[in-house]
């Protein structure tokens, strides 16, 4: 079932069907009305106040800090990572098949990924839906141990899938949260036409004519695309 529902759309078979996973009678994902976002580019065409950031546009937001960051090896930019008062939120798009959304597979891995490193997960309902609240073990910098939190927040869309993952305040404070899921909920995803295999990772850019807030050089070094890893963070000490 898939975790945020939208408007259905009646969308012709193309050439992506095999690798996008579509069954043989062709019926699309389930949808119904919902003004929320995050939205599909059909449903919200124009580009308005948002950065053009490829296979998102991301809205701009004083104050807010954008790192995009790139895969060494292919030196693809392949996440970003919005920074606002002392949380940061990282979007990684996905392709995924028409009929069936991933996230609650991807819910699974990410529990057991979680769990193998002596963490613990909770699933929990949020404005998005189904998310999970993680805590990982860390180490303080006085030699003790802690905890990092992070929400993994899921958004199943038509043909494709949008994973967010709050961290720093954003991740346990529902105040701290609110500003970086109105982001969220504002974000278009550009799926594009072409034939995907499911889980492959839809590509972004540097933002283009559009004044970008604050906006950082996008990141030369191999960034570590494990959601898990370190950010702006608080750490819940024991």
């Not at 690798?19 to 065409?45: F, K, L, M, N, S």
């Not at 948002?50 to 004083?62: E, N, S, T, Y």
């Not at 504002?186 to 889980?199: F, I, L, N, T, Y």
């Amino acid at each position: 079932m898939s975790l945020f529902r939208r408007r259905r759309r009646d969308t012709p078979a193309d050439v992506g069907d095999a690798a996008d996973g579509a069954t043989q009678d062709g019926a699309d994902v389930v949808t119904q009305t919902d003004e929320r976002g995050p939205h599909d580019v059909d449903d919200v065409p124009g580009l308005g106040t948002r950065l053009d950031l490829g296979a998102l546009r991301v809205p701009a937001r004083a104050g807010m800090q954008l790192r995009l960051e790139i895969e060494k090896k292919t030196r693809n930019v392949v996440a970003v990572t919005l920074g606002l008062d002392g949380s940061a939120m990282q979007l990684q798009v996905f392709a995924a098949p028409r009929t069936l959304g991933i996230w609650d597979e991807l819910r699974e891995e990410i529990t057991g990924s979680v769990g193998k490193q002596g963490g613990t997960v909770e699933e929990v309902d949020g404005p998005f839906g189904t998310e999970l609240l993680a805590r990982l073990p860390v180490r303080t910098p006085e030699g003790g141990t802690g905890h990092r939190p992070a929400r993994f927040v899921g958004v199943d869309g038509p043909r494709w899938f949008l994973r967010a993952v709050l961290t720093g305040r954003a991740a346990v404070d529902a105040e701290a949260a609110a500003e970086l899921e109105a982001v969220l909920a504002d974000v278009v995803v550009v799926r594009g036409p072409e034939a995907r295999a499911p889980r492959d990772v839809l590509l972004l850019h540097a933002p283009g004519a559009a004044a970008a807030p604050a906006a950082a050089p996008v990141a030369e070094d191999e960034p570590d695309l494990d959601p898990l890893r370190r950010g702006p963070e608080i750490t819940e000490v024991r």
